[in-house]
């Protein structure tokens, strides 16, 4: 039945433990995420017109499945990548160099974490304790850095 399925706008960027992306998706409904070691799945119905969002991602490197997490909120679904080699950067979320018409890079989110201590928690441990705190429809900001509130842009 996705054969018919548009992609989903996404945003990324990348941690030392993890790698991030948000599907801009509002009102999200039977939403599926399959994690691979070297690729992802997502997939959701949006909107009162049941439309179909299906996205496949073949990753710039592997990441651990069992420790890879989603949360789906009104407005997205943010997805945690748990990396397999952690502290290793990605330059690009796809194992192919062309660009992808859904997908941009969350330059709100993004930084230069190469020269960061490990004193904090880690991204992904923030993440996995957002989500099991979690109550409202609003995501908290997942390093706890910036006091800037999320723009919006999905």
Same mark, same amino acid.
């Given at each position: 039945m996705?054969?018919s399925?548009?992609?989903?706008?996404a945003?990324?960027?990348?941690?030392?433990e993890?790698v991030?992306v948000?599907f801009?998706?509002? =009102?999200s409904?039977?939403?599926?995420?399959?994690f691979?070691?070297?690729?992802f799945e997502?997939?959701c119905v949006?909107g009162?017109?049941?439309?179909?969002h299906?996205n496949t991602?073949?990753?710039?490197s592997e990441?651990?499945?069992?420790e890879?997490?989603?949360?789906r909120t009104?407005?997205?679904v943010l997805?945690?990548?748990r990396k397999a080699q952690?502290?290793?950067?990605w330059?690009r979320?796809?194992?192919?160099?062309?660009?992808v018409s859904?997908?941009?890079?969350?330059?709100?989110?993004?930084?230069n974490?190469e020269? =960061?201590?490990d004193? =904090?928690?880690?991204?992904?441990?923030?993440f996995? $304790?957002?989500?099991n705190k979690m109550?409202g429809?609003d995501?908290?900001?997942l $390093?706890?850095?910036?006091?800037e509130k999320?723009t919006?842009?999905?």
């Amino acid at each position: 039945m996705l054969c018919s399925a548009q992609h989903a706008a996404a945003r990324w960027y990348d941690r030392r433990e993890a790698v991030f992306v948000e599907f801009c998706v509002e =009102d999200s409904q039977d939403v599926k995420v399959n994690f691979d070691s070297s690729k992802f799945e997502f997939s959701c119905v949006t909107g009162a017109a049941d439309k179909k969002h299906h996205n496949t991602v073949d990753l710039f490197s592997e990441i651990n499945p069992k420790e890879s997490k989603h949360k789906r909120t009104d407005r997205s679904v943010l997805c945690c990548l748990r990396k397999a080699q952690p502290g290793i950067s990605w330059p690009r979320l796809t194992k192919l160099k062309e660009k992808v018409s859904w997908l941009s890079v969350d330059f709100n989110n993004w930084r230069n974490w190469e020269d =960061d201590s490990d004193d =904090d928690l880690s991204s992904f441990d923030k993440f996995s $304790e957002m989500i099991n705190k979690m109550g409202g429809d609003d995501l908290p900001d997942l $390093e706890g850095v910036d006091d800037e509130k999320p723009t919006g842009d999905c």
